[in-house]
């Protein structure tokens, strides 16, 4: 029989391997200015992101952030590449318009909307510009005034051959007021015309701030409350303890790999990420109710045999079933990463991170825990009593 409590300090160890780096990267992203630990995206900063494909060249990401520099922005710029077509993705401050309707995001037509439509329902600071000749009308030179916003179609085109409508979008939407709309002319003015854009959307600090503390109070909410039920379930805090430990070890894997793939890779955190976070808690409890379940019987059944040989039995007893049920689910979301779009790929990520984490602190981690702090309890107790001899010794009764 595999003794898994015996060897429980080897299984900590593991845990420190992983969660230490992962600590140091956390405390990186609190560093002022270095660009290291977690990345954030926009739902948590607050910015613009602006992602854009200019229609005569692909210009480098370092000569559009000169570009950004010059007109008094800060923020980053990167290549994307979508279906073989090359894109430029800026992040910046939130570049709010003066427009009516909501202020935190700048829609992009859908690709059945007419120009006319376009222009009437969006703001007044808008150049709604057809793709049938992006070239011709997108020119720097024939920027409207910003009280208008212009629509300049011409009725007999037809799309060249050669155009995806998937690919392309019949019309596009690019601003022309305030900050965004500078920001816009001098791309525009520098790189010639933009005959698509991908993304398109501010979201405002008050926003992101909002957010931020409801992302915490969820998590904490949810941890607490598993920790209080398992306690009155169970009849014992320290199951309720050791569970939240546990928990506390996956959402320190978890968000430590992130802050090491945002650091090397530029993997940000988006709002899919609280909701993989409560997944992940919720799975990881799972197991871990799993067996504490387990050593609850076998403590009746095997009353009087050392705590750590049943608590031992149990995991033993309920492994299999935890690796299958986790595999399982290892199993999809691993056709999901490899097979789904790019926009789930951190949430799928995260999921996967969290699972197979999950599952070895239920075993390895919370139940050789618990363990110890009942070894330790017992050690207490047995001085407590020692002295209390030694007190009545003493004294003669």
Known sequence: MFDII???????????????????????????????????????????IWEVHFADQNPDPDDV???????????EVNRTTTGGREYILIRTEPLLRETQGDPDATPVPSAGASPAASSAASSAAAVVIPTASPVATAAPSAAPSPAAAVAVASPGASPAPSASPAAVPAAITIPTDGKFGELAAALIAEFGPIDEVRQQTSVGPVVSQ????????????????????ITFRFGDFRMGVTALGALLHDVIVVVGIFAMLGTFIGLQVDALFVTAMLTVIGFSVHD??????????????????????????????????????????????????????????????????????????????????????????????????????????????
């Open 6 to 48: 015996g060897k429980r300090k080897w299984f900590y160890l593991i845990s420190l391997a992983v969660t230490i780096p992962g600590l140091f990267f956390i405390l990186l992203t609190f560093v002022p200015g270095s660009n290291l630990g977690l990345r954030f995206s926009i739902a948590y900063t607050g910015g613009t």
């Open 65 to 75: 952030h000169r570009v950004l520099v010059a007109q008094g922005l800060g923020g």
């Open 210 to 229: 909002e957010l931020i503390q409801q992302t915490f109070l969820l998590i904490l909410m949810g941890a607490v409350g598993i920790m209080l039920w």
């Open 288 to 397: 871990t109710i799993v067996v504490f379940d387990r050593v609850r019987e076998n403590r009746v059944r095997h009353a009087g045999e050392p705590f750590e040989a049943i608590v031992n039995h149990s995991i033993l007893q309920t492994l299999g079933r935890s690796i299958n049920t986790s595999l399982t689910v290892v199993i999809t979301l691993t056709a999901l990463f490899l097979l789904g779009g790019e926009a789930i790929h951190a949430f799928v990520l995260a999921l996967l991170i969290g699972i197979v984490s999950g599952t070895y602190s239920s075993i390895f981690n919370a139940s050789p825990v618990l363990v110890d702090w009942h070894l330790w309890d017992e050690r207490r107790r047995a001085r407590e009593l020692g002295a209390q001899s030694a007190v009545r010794a003493a004294s003669g009764t």
